[in-house]
């Protein structure tokens, strides 16, 4: 079953086109990264799922229907700010979540242990710092134990602790068999926690799928040696590299996943006559996979 | 309904502006009223007119009923901003959006506000009845109902109001800016409407029917209530345009229609 189904979606403002036609498709149990740069999108599609925002064009559905308010109650959502009334608590404002979304308040206290505010439940929400203000719509969303939830950058004003703490949250969720929606800049944290990842860029899709096809893990081996010069042309002549690229000093080849042969390359070199001082295999990264699909 | 009024209690019980501008409004409707009582009293009573017509106040059952709510529509602007700092205050914490995103769909979060405009306006007459009622026995007469379709009046009044503040509020969206767009419109409606009166053509020879400013939204509304007649003529100018009133009456209920139509309208079609 797919959670989220994303038909042909376009959003104008005035001349400005903020989404350019998007589909895509939100499979059960993933954990979903909406991933683009500052400006790219992102929010604005989630606005328009969650009936914030209304689409130019386009259509979606939510759990294989049309979808309706209804739908929207067994989705747990954050959406770009902690939305809050600043004179209320934290309980008062989770009770009048509970009861738009129709459920008990028995679970009020149980979400606040879990974004830790249990302490701070009586205050009211305007003294609260930025992180817990975060962490308090993070709670919100947990009410009720949705089946899917959404994220739009969950760990904005969250210090380096936070951060840890709500990406093993999102872990622990997906182990539970929840289905995220996760927008982010960070391509750290997409690449630590997603399994499936939509990439936006000015409005346009520019690829969606798992986390392994979209990025296309290939193999990376960096080389070095005393002349580079000499070193990049006798690489030239080595068999089944894909590409050859010079990067800080260093020498990138790049094969398909699984096929770099350590051993061979430096016998390459050494029987050619030039002595690697750099020798390593890493995967390559979603950083430069990210740029790589973006510019 | 009864659900969605229930939420919206939620949100404002704990709110202080709330239970302020509440009070304000309860404790200035009686004190407007006393002034006005007081001044009729202590200075028209005792002049030598006022002698001749000892048995009369604007406070005797059939007047108290037209009195009270001429006098207490003057107060109206402050729930009408209290109903402005409800609505827009759920843009400014973006609740707005945010109920909607918990499942509320456009429809319900719109519809109980204008739900809260119209409890508003029934409470506040309400407190307009008591009030009535209160100087009408403190002035020793007989209960009577004569006259009470000037209370139906003030609901008119104050629906107006208090929609014309959700509509102003779903346009406009910030708080301050809200308040200042409703006043200045007040503002100008009644300097437009005071030209018209002077400087206008009547709209009709034949039959008064006033002239254009008078059937502007907030002087159609305001015109409605009036002063009673009072024996001293000259003393107290009757501005009740008695001729046309059923044309400002039925303008009066054609912009309450249009107010609560236009704000739905409004909240449903637009991004939040």
Redesign the interface.
């Known amino acids: 079953m797919a959670i989220l189904t994303v038909q042909n979606i376009s959003k104008n403002y005035g001349a400005i086109n903020a989404l350019k036609g998007i589909t895509f498709e939100v499979p059960a149990g993933a954990v979903f990264g909406i991933l683009g740069p500052n400006g790219s999108g992102k929010t604005t599609l989630l ?1 328009i799922i ?5 689409a130019t064009n386009g259509s979606y559905k939510l759990f294989d229907e049309v979808a309706t ?2 739908l ?2 067994k989705i747990g ?1 954050l ?1 770009e ?1 902690p ?6 608590s934290a309980v ?1 404002n989770l ?3 509970c ?4 459920i008990g308040e028995d679970d009020i206290e149980n979400v606040l242990q879990t974004v830790d505010l249990l302490k701070r439940k009586d205050s009211p929400f305007s003294t609260y710092s930025l992180g817990m203000k975060q962490r308090l719509a993070i709670g919100a969303a947990l009410l009720g134990s949705p089946e899917v939830l959404v994220f739009d950058e969950p760990t904005n004003g969250l210090d380096p602790v936070g951060i840890s703490e709500i990406r093993n949250l999102i872990k622990s969720l997906s182990a539970k068999g929840k289905t995220i929606i996760m927008a982010s800049h960070l391509l750290d944290e997409v690449e630590k926690v997603c399994t499936h990842v939509a990439i936006l860029k000015q409005g346009n899709l520019l690829a969606s799928g798992s986390v392994q096809d979209v990025f296309n893990q290939n193999d990376i081996v960096q080389v070095a040696s005393d002349n580079n010069i000499k070193l990049k042309e006798i690489l030239n002549t080595i068999n089944n590299c894909n590409s050859i690229n010079v990067v800080n000093e260093k020498i990138e080849l790049s094969y398909n996943a699984g096929i770099a042969n350590l051993a061979a390359i430096n016998k390459h070199c050494f029987d050619n006559g030039i002595v690697l001082t750099h020798l390593q295999l890493k995967k390559s990264n979603f950083e430069s996979k990210f740029l790589e699909l973006t510019n | 309904m009864i659900n969605l009024l229930k939420i919206e209690w939620l949100k404002i019980k704990n709110y202080g502006a709330f239970k302020i501008m509440a009070i304000f409004f309860a404790v200035g409707v009686v004190l407007a009223n006393y002034i006005v009582f007081s001044v009729n009293k202590n200075v028209i009573g005792e002049s030598e007119a006022g002698m001749l017509l000892s048995s009369y106040s604007p406070y005797n059952f059939d007047n108290t009923w037209q009195t009270t709510s001429y006098a207490s529509g003057y107060l109206l602007l402050l729930p009408a901003m209290l109903i402005i700092i409800l609505v827009t205050n759920e843009y400014t914490f973006r609740t707005n959006r945010q109920n909607v995103i918990d499942g509320w769909s456009r429809e319900q979060f719109i519809t109980v506000k204008l739900a809260i405009a119209l409890i508003v306006a029934i409470v506040s007459t309400i407190i307009v009845i008591l009030t009535a009622m209160g100087f009408g026995f403190t002035s020793n007469t007989n209960f009577s109902t004569s006259g009470f379709s000037h209370v139906g009046f003030f609901f008119l009044k104050a629906l107006t109001y208090n929609l014309f503040a959700v509509l102003i509020s779903v346009l406009i969206k910030k708080t301050g800016f809200a308040i200042g767009v409703y006043f200045i419109y007040i503002g100008i409606e009644n300097v437009l409407a005071q030209a018209l009166d002077t400087f206008g053509k009547k709209i009709t020879k034949t039959i008064d029917l006033g002239t254009i400013g008078d059937y502007l939204p907030m002087n159609a509304a305001d015109g409605l209530l009036t002063f009673p007649d009072n024996p001293i003529k000259g003393l107290i100018k009757n501005v009740l345009p008695t001729s046309y009133f059923w044309a400002v009456l039925g303008f009066t209920i054609f912009y309450i229609l249009l107010f609560f139509w236009w704000s739905r309208k409004k909240y449903m079609t637009s991004d939040l």
């Not at chain 1, 009861?99 to 129709?102: D, L, V």
């Open positions: 606005s969650m009936n914030v925002l209304k308010d209804a929207r109650k959502t959406l700010t939305n809050f009334y600043h004179y209320l008062q009770k009048i979540s009861a738009i979304k129709g």
